[in-house]
């Protein structure tokens, strides 16, 4: 039997990076090795399980990735483009797996990802790590592709809640890929992000994104295709962050037995 995975959380303190150490806790196959935070926090030295509420773990939580990086199998990741670009880098120089739930990359972040998957890291990632989100992509692009661009409008409604910094969300982007993906256009040439004042009537083939902020929310999306005389409207909901910590783990299990490269959740759940 191989020996349980060797995890790095990164952000261990945070509300995800909590949630990634009860789910890696309860994982048969997965441990935590390492937990880390931005220098300067106030979590640091403390026992990442015991932050978690899942018990004491034996690991403090540390600031020196270099150190965390040794001896360590992958990384979870749900933290800051810069951040990501960083350890995925040092994911290549020691041939590590890389799971990168973090939002709001760049293309200039995107192409150094790659790069560094190219390099010899493991990388899942992902603007969604659920696999009901997933699903709900690989939907809308089935749905795109057989409504057509001319006589169904599609419209991309994401809610979540007011700390997030980032917008559209990476899932709301992520589905919005897909829905280009299925009418074979360049989502960047054909994306509506804001609409203020007189904008005139709606442009054939455009995917319109909505962006709603407040309170607790986890995470809601709804793909709304919009047809003369009826509307199609495909959604999930949120309701634990524990569905992607679940899925980040998930992911991680997956890439160990991979080739170095670049991955999405598509590939992880066969889709």
């Not at 060797?6 to 994982?27: C, D, N, Q």
């Not at 089935?142 to 006589?151: E, H």
């Not at 980032?166 to 509506?192: H, M």
């Amino acid at each position: 039997m191989s020996e349980p995975m060797k995890l790095v959380i990164l952000g261990a303190a945070g509300r995800m990076g909590r949630t990634l150490v009860r789910v890696v806790k309860e994982t048969e196959g997965a441990r935590v090795f390492a937990a880390l935070e931005r220098e300067g926090s106030l979590a640091l030295g403390s026992d990442c399980g015991e932050l978690a509420a899942s018990g004491h773990l034996g690991v403090q939580v540390s600031s020196d990735l270099g150190a965390a990086l040794d001896g360590a199998d992958g990384v979870i990741d749900f933290t800051a483009p810069a951040s990501s670009v960083a350890v995925a880098r040092e994911a290549a120089r020691r041939g590590l797996v890389h799971v990168i739930g973090t939002t709001g990359c760049s293309d200039e972040d995107d192409a150094a990802i790659a790069k560094a998957a190219s390099d010899g890291a493991r990388i899942v990632k992902s603007g969604n790590m659920s696999l009901g989100v997933n699903l709900l992509a690989v939907l809308a692009e089935q749905a795109a592709r057989a409504l057509g661009p001319d006589a169904f409008d599609i419209e991309i409604l994401e809610m979540h809640h007011r700390h997030k910094v980032d917008a559209p969300s990476g899932t709301a982007l992520l589905l919005g890929e897909a829905a280009a993906a299925g009418r074979a256009v360049a989502l960047k040439d054909r994306s509506v992000r804001v609409r203020d004042g007189h904008t005139g009537a709606r442009e054939a083939g455009t995917i319109g994104f909505a962006t709603l902020r407040g309170g607790s929310v986890v995470g809601e999306h709804q793909v709304i295709l919009a047809g003369e005389g009826e509307r199609i409207e495909l959604g999930h909901r949120a309701e634990d962050r524990a569905i992607f910590a679940r899925g980040a783990v998930r992911a991680a299990l997956w890439a160990r037995g991979q080739t170095p490269g670049l991955y999405s959740m598509r590939h992880v759940l066969g889709f």
